[in-house]
């Protein structure tokens, strides 16, 4: 595991860690998923992969996760997506490629979204695993029971045991009002550049007919749709990360 201690920035009042291995364009940027942070499994499987090929890699925590500053309930997508878009800004030069895991396929994409509305197209490349956009309005609010509702109105949040973790997930009222502000399935999502999709057919978390709805809302000929038979949602076993560092080092191909 990579211990080099990150280097923090400030973003709207949380300390945000980075790290940051040098190297060639295009360069990778991993964005993590909800309530995981940059020293997970295939975050550093890509730092290893990455540090191999001499290649630019970027990754951070979000507020409220890992090695960050912040509380986890103050957390909403658009607070993270600035946080992302901050770190990328300052860190990153030339091309890149977001590797975004769950959660992070939606920041990347919606990361995508802002990039071009300010006129900044160095994001030549996605790698999206288990993705999980609009997650909040796709597939937590459409099955909230009445006592979840309960919570939300009286006490702003409800929790739920986590499969990943001893301690509860946090769902909180601001971070589902907010993911209805930050949708981008919606309609068709033009991204300017290739998308490659890893979805795991075991997936309890994130069904794959989600990754089938995305991947049919991308534009067609610039999406490629790896289904693995019984991948489940984390996607961290041997051969999942090799199919992770094959579809990596094929947007770096397409992208040089």
């Known amino acids: 595991?990579?211990?080099?201690?990150?280097?923090?920035?400030?973003?709207?009042?949380?300390?945000?860690?980075?790290?940051?291995?040098?190297?060639?364009?295009?360069?990778?940027?991993?964005?993590?998923?909800?309530?995981?942070?940059?020293?997970?499994?295939?975050?550093?499987?890509?730092?290893?992969?990455?540090?191999?090929?001499?290649?630019?890699?970027?990754?951070?925590?979000?507020?409220?996760?890992?090695?960050?500053?912040?509380?986890?309930?103050?957390?909403?997508?658009?607070?993270?997506?600035?946080?992302?878009?901050?770190?990328?800004?300052?860190?990153?030069?030339?091309?890149?490629?977001?590797?975004?895991?769950?959660?992070?396929?939606?920041?990347?994409?919606?990361?995508?979204?802002?990039?071009?509305?300010?006129?900044?197209?160095?994001?030549?490349?996605?790698v999206l695993l288990a993705p999980a956009p609009d997650f909040t309005v796709e597939l937590i609010e459409p099955v909230l029971t009445k006592a979840q509702k309960r919570d939300l109105s009286k006490k702003g949040y409800f929790e739920e045991p986590s499969d990943y973790s001893d301690e509860p997930y946090i769902y909180t009222r601001a971070l589902i009002e907010d993911g209805r502000a930050n949708r981008v399935m919606a309609g068709p999502i033009d991204t300017h550049c290739p998308v490659h999709i890893l979805q795991g057919l075991a997936d309890p978390d994130v069904p794959s007919g989600h990754a089938l709805k995305l991947a049919a809302l991308l534009p067609a000929d610039d999406v490629t749709l790896s289904l693995i038979p019984d991948g489940d949602h984390r996607l961290s076993r041997p051969e999942d990360l090799d199919m992770l560092r094959r579809a990596v080092a094929d947007m770096v191909r397409r992208a040089a």
């Open 1 to 126: 595991m990579n211990v080099s201690a990150p280097v923090f920035i400030n973003v709207d009042g949380s300390a945000i860690a980075v790290r940051q291995a040098p190297g060639a364009a295009p360069g990778i940027v991993w964005l993590g998923g909800y309530k995981s942070d940059m020293l997970g499994t295939k975050a550093e499987a890509l730092s290893a992969w990455t540090s191999g090929e001499g290649r630019a890699y970027l990754r951070h925590d979000y507020s409220g996760h890992g090695e960050s500053g912040g509380d986890f309930a103050d957390g909403t997508i658009s607070k993270w997506l600035a946080e992302s878009l901050a770190v990328l800004r300052r860190f990153s030069k030339g091309k890149q490629i977001l590797v975004g895991s769950s959660m992070g396929a939606w920041i990347a994409l919606r990361m995508v979204q802002e990039l071009r509305k300010a006129g900044d197209d160095r994001v030549v490349g996605l």
